[in-house]
T-cell receptor, first 116, second 117 residues
C-alpha cells in the first residue's frame, strides 16, 4: 500500500533563511508522481511543485525546489529565502499510475512558522 | 468567479439536519473530488467523479451522498451526521483522472468547515 510520511509536525525558520521539509514515501509502483501543497489558515490547498518518478532532474518552481532521492524514496521540499507569507501547513502527496491514477495520497503535513 | 469555489464556507448542523455542500469549478476540468480533512489526520479521499460518473467511493458511510449533475458541479448531501463527521471538507478538480501520466494536478477549493453538534 502506498504511504506518505512527514516526520516533522512543526518547523520554525527565520525570515530570509532556507528550510527543508521532509517527506518519505512508500510504494511498489515504478511510475508515480510526487506533489507538494501549501495550506494557509484560510483552508485552500495550493499546488506548489511536482516531481515525476522518471524525471532525472529535481523540480524547481521559483523559491521552491524538490530534493528527489529515488533510492531513498524521499522527496523533500526546500524553500529558499523564507517569507512571512510562507507560514502554513505543507503537505506532501503521491499519485500512483494505474487504476488509482489521479488519486492523491497525502501525508499528515508539517506546520511551518516563519519568524520575523 | 475563477478556480474552484465552495459554499458554504462554514456550516453548523445538528445530527438530525439535512444539508448540502456545493462545489463549482470554472477550469473546464472533467474530474472532481471530495476530501475530508480531520484534525491531525491526512486528507482522506471520499469520492471521485470522472466525466460525471462516480469512479471511487472510499468506504464512505451512506450518510454522505454525492451528486455530480455535470462536470462543473459537485454536491455532497449530508443527513443524520455524527459529531465525528466535523471536519474541513475540500473539493478539488483536475483535467481528467485518466489523462496520461501521474501528473494530474488537482486544484482545490477553500473548503467547508463543518461542525456537527
Amino acid at each position: 500500500a502506498q504511504k506518505i510520511t512527514q516526520t516533522q509536525p512543526g518547523m520554525f525558520v527565520q525570515e530570509k533563511e532556507a528550510v527543508t521539509l521532509d517527506c518519505t514515501y512508500d510504494t511498489s509502483d515504478q511510475s508515480y508522481g510526487l506533489f507538494w501543497y501549501k495550506q494557509p489558515s484560510s483552508g485552500e490547498m495550493i499546488f506548489l511543485i511536482y516531481q515525476g518518478s522518471y524525471d532525472e532532474q529535481n523540480a524547481t518552481e521559483g523559491r521552491y525546489s524538490l530534493n528527489f532521492q529515488k533510492a531513498r524514496k524521499s522527496a523533500n521540499l526546500v524553500i529558499s529565502a523564507s517569507q512571512l507569507g510562507d507560514s502554513a501547513m505543507y503537505f506532501c502527496a503521491m499519485s500512483p499510475y494505474g487504476g488509482s491514477q489521479g488519486n492523491l495520497i497525502f501525508g499528515k503535513g508539517t506546520k511551518l512558522s516563519v519568524k520575523p | 468567479e475563477t478556480g474552484v469555489t465552495q459554499t458554504p464556507r462554514h456550516l453548523v448542523m445538528g445530527m438530525t439536519n439535512k444539508k448540502s455542500l456545493k462545489c463549482e469549478q470554472h477550469l473546464g476540468h472533467n474530474a472532481m473530488y471530495w476530501y475530508k480533512q480531520s484534525a491531525k489526520k491526512p486528507l482522506e479521499l471520499m469520492f471521485v467523479y470522472n466525466f460525471k460518473e462516480q469512479t471511487e467511493n472510499n468506504s464512505v458511510p451512506s450518510r454522505f451522498s454525492p451528486e455530480c449533475p455535470n462536470s462543473s458541479h459537485l454536491f455532497l448531501h449530508l443527513h443524520t451526521l455524527q459529531p465525528e463527521d466535523s471536519a474541513l471538507y475540500l473539493c478539488a478538480s483536475s483535467q481528467d483522472r485518466l489523462a496520461g501520466g501521474p501528473y494530474n494536478e488537482q486544484f482545490f477549493g477553500p473548503g467547508t468547515r463543518l461542525t456537527v453538534l
